[in-house]
């Protein structure tokens, strides 16, 4: 009895012959960036690997240089969206790393074998610019992939998207030879048209739906759940845990579970989200680093030792997100190493 965070493997590959079942082709490049988004980056990669995928991304070096010693096999490419940041050419090429180029000067720079090329489209984030890309073609840079980055996936019915697709083609055909990549877990989902050759999702492979709300099709990977450690009945008007967090609008019973924001529930979690028990679900009021509490009036068969899932198959990731004002990736990537973490299958 004893907080848990099981991340379930069948479901991440579940989830990655889904994407490549939607990709129709384009080959799936799992973002495995942040520890695999809190899951476990070693263990996700292997078994993707296994899963037939061999193109991997990560934001940094340190974590380039993990997963190349995590990987059974050296044939996996791993690009590090960081690029060439100051003085790590040498490390990058030691550990067999593909930095993805952003700017004129690492592009030019850069003595290893061929690299991804990342190209602002308006999102304004990082990547070269239109000119500067098609400058570095006309110079004959020849890069292993072209990449851009969607800034509203999310919303299919915003024009941006097709603005972006727009000013990437352009590009994409100033490098005839490379393989094109635009679309993440959301972008893949804006139809054939943002796919290209390559996809990198990251989000919905780990059970987030790539719209930021559930979807049928995407399967839970990480479960949460914590035992009950009190219950008590509270008399309308009572308060619950600091200052006035929570006062009891009603006559109602709390569980106390044991689990809080220290295990990567979102404080502000509390504005909505749902905890299960027994098949029933039961709002969160409250939740402090070590406790959370719930309203569980509506499973009156709630004993102490019950394990309460904060997160999981039925209080989905996305659901999580939205009550707790941020985004599905944030809740995993917080889920903190204090659960003891499980693996399936074993
Ligand atoms: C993080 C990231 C992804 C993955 O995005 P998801 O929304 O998690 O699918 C893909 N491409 C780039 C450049 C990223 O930074």
Redesign the pocket.
Known sequence: MTTRLTIDLDALAANFHTLKAEAAGARVCP?V?ADGYGLGAAQASRRLFDEGARDF?VARLEEGEALRAALPEPDAVIHV?DGTVAGTESRLQAAGLSPVLSSLDEARAWRGPPAALHVDTGMNRIGVSIDDALALAKSGLRPCLIMS?LGRADDPAQPRNAQQLAAFLPVRAAFPDAPASLA???GMFLGPDYRFEAV?????LYGGGPRDRPDPRIRAVATLEAPVLQLRDLKAGEAVGYGTMFTAPRAMRIAVVGAGYADGIIRRAHRGARAWLDGASAPIVVVTMDLIAIDVSECPKAKVGDMVELLGPDALLDDLAAASDSVA?ECLVRLGPRAQRLYLPR
Do not use: E, Q
């Not at 990198?200 to 919905?204: A, E, F, N, V, Y």
């Open positions: 973002v960036k991304f969206l980055h993440a877990s959301a990198r999702p990251g989000i919905s990736h």
